[in-house]
């Protein structure tokens, strides 16, 4: 009897030959971009440094696309974006120490968005690894350390013979459910020396796939389709998965309304009769979640955002889909379902059964004609004004990508995605710089359509650099700042918090002028014009900037009531 286990592969007379006559001149990093290209890896981020430089000089004798920008972290944003749009690992090519640390909070917000990110890193050479304290410039006593609490895997590299075989299996980590990001890092001396070792072809890194048991998705079912006010919860697991066809199919299905996180933004029709849009941060909607007496949460843990500051306490069941096991029941008991969204509702959906219920379309308008009403009582229409002229400027199949801003915050409850994976924030780690490199890394990953880039004036500082990344590769996207001369959200937080801010006022540049000394056009708008002035912007290829001079405000929270 043959089991598969015992099938080898067996090299044909060409790789025989080849790998026994391996090129010249090939050293451990050649051994590195062979294994990217052998997975099938077309374009790389970084930045170089004296540890890495083993890997740059390899780039040379590869077909992959280098990406190189200004600072570490914002390395880490593009690559963060360009895996989120392509569903791909996105490879980041780091350096020892500080430049390795540097990239850290963008690797945060990579494993809290569950983005896969593949950052290989160098080190200080092997004779100082293991506290051997040989005072190399950049050596940290355990620099991988840094780095286990923030990925989902650490793999470290001694050998150059251990090289394909690391990356391969950071590959598969990166890209098995739930997404994120991973760490590789190999030695200077390690990727600097000579090899002759065979080229590295086709590397086999298939992701392992996370199927829901069936003893709980026929529960679930049962549940759904005997349930009175079925609600659902999409977070940000049902637009990493692709499931939103088949999240829309359940729901139409059950008659069932769904509200979308921040994370879960465009996971279902904005105008969808069952749609309650995205206004979780809405005690009428936390309330009407909480009537539900089986609660399907997809794709999300019910985290702060998700839970109205975690305010929200539900009366009936909840169902729980949810790929990463520390999330799950990890904020209320459900019947918690570890699986990949996408396999658990199609599983969902090959067993519950239709429900018939006329009453829930008109319970979703009157949720959001209530939510309607509270925000127009505030005063609040140059905000909503802005946000509109966004979304109408912005074309409808052109992704977004948000930084920590008032302008972001409003966008997380009350803008139209459009449509999944279109809408993109730093809403998962909550860092500032996110916005310019994210887009740049979406305008990488697809050059077809403009990227939109929104920061306020204190988040675009920490990445007012890649300015010249956007021009040095005439990526076509347009970076919208609005300009209120501080870190308008803290100033609101302390304002209200404390009776008034300190630290929150910033001295600014002039960003047009700025801008405008990279080679890149800038043009400062009003709210009346902002539309305009967007659009086209957004119609002219090439980078751009945009800034809105504003004060604005969000709308009054209701977790504190």
């Not at 394909?164 to 190999?186: D, K, M, N, R, Y």
């Not at 449509?419 to 310019?436: R, T």
Request: negative net charge.
């Amino acid at each position: 009897m043959t089991h598969d286990h015992d099938l080898v592969l067996r090299p044909t007379p060409a790789q025989t030959e080849a790998a026994l006559n391996p090129p010249d001149g090939r050293t451990g990093g050649d051994l590195v971009v062979e294994t990217l290209t052998g997975l099938g890896a077309t374009t790389v981020f970084g930045l170089p440094g004296q540890h890495a430089l083993g890997v740059f000089d390899a780039l040379r004798r590869s077909d992959l696309r280098y990406v190189g920008l200004r600072v570490e972290n914002n390395a880490g944003f593009a690559a963060d974006a360009y895996g989120r749009v392509t569903g791909e690992a996105a490879p980041l090519l780091l350096s020892a120490g500080p430049g390795a640390l540097t990239a850290l909070p963008a690797l945060q917000e990579a494993a809290a968005a569950s983005a896969p990110v593949l950052a290989i890193g160098s080190q200080v050479p092997t004779a100082g690894l293991g506290g051997g304290r040989r005072g190399y410039l950049h050596e940290l006593p355990d620099q991988a350390a840094s780095f286990r609490g923030v990925v989902k895997s650490v793999h470290t590299v001694r050998t150059a013979s251990q090289i394909p075989s690391a990356i391969t299996a950071a590959w598969q980590s990166a890209l098995t459910v739930p997404h994120g990001p991973v760490w590789v890092e190999i030695p200077q001396d390690v990727l600097d020396a000579p090899t002759a070792l065979p080229v590295v072809t086709a590397m086999d890194a298939t992701p392992d796939e996370l199927p829901p048991r069936p003893e709980l998705t026929a529960l679930a079912a049962h549940w759904l389709t005997h349930a009175e006010r079925p609600a659902i919860i999409a977070g940000g697991g049902v637009v990493r998965s692709d499931a939103s066809g088949k999240l829309r199919k359940l729901a139409e299905l059950l008659r069932a309304p769904v509200v979308t996180t921040p994370g879960g933004k465009g996971a279902f029709p904005w105008t969808h009769p069952l749609s309650l849009q995205s206004w979780l941060e809405d005690r009428h909607t936390t309330d009407f979640l909480e009537d539900a007496d089986v609660l399907l949460v997809v794709g999300s843990g019910l985290g702060e955002l998700s839970s109205n500051y975690h305010t929200f306490t539900p009366r009936g069941r909840i169902v729980q889909i949810e790929a990463d096991l520390g999330k799950l029941e990890s904020n209320h008991p459900a019947l918690g379902i570890h699986a990949d969204a996408r396999l658990a509702l199609q599983a969902l959906l090959e067993t519950v059964e239709p429900r018939e219920d006329a009453t829930a379309p008109e319970r979703v308008r009157t949720l959001l004609s209530k939510v309607a009403e509270r925000i127009a009582a505030q005063d609040l229409t140059l905000e909503q004004e802005v946000l509109a002229s966004v979304r109408r400027a912005l074309p409808d199949d052109a992704p977004s990508f948000w930084d920590m801003t008032i302008l972001a915050y409003w966008a997380w409850s009350a803008f139209d995605a459009k449509g999944p994976n279109q809408l993109h924030s730093a809403q998962g780690a909550g860092g500032l710089g996110y916005g310019l490199p994210a887009a740049l890394g979406a305008a990488v990953a697809d050059p077809t359509r403009p990227v939109l880039a929104v920061s306020g004036d204190g988040g675009a500082l920490y990445s007012v650099a890649e300015l010249a990344t956007a021009r040095q590769y005439d990526l076509d996207v347009t970076w919208l700042i609005v300009d209120d001369g501080g870190y308008g959200i803290l100033r609101q937080y302390m304002t209200d918090a404390y009776g008034e801010p300190i630290a929150t006022e910033l001295t600014g540049p002039d960003h047009v002028a700025l801008a405008e000394s990279f080679g890149v056009p800038g043009v400062r708008t009003t709210p009346e014009t902002l539309e305009r002035d967007l659009a086209a912007a957004l119609a002219t290829p090439g980078p751009s900037v945009v800034v809105l001079p504003a004060v604005l405000r969000m709308f009054a929270p209701t977790h504190l009531d």
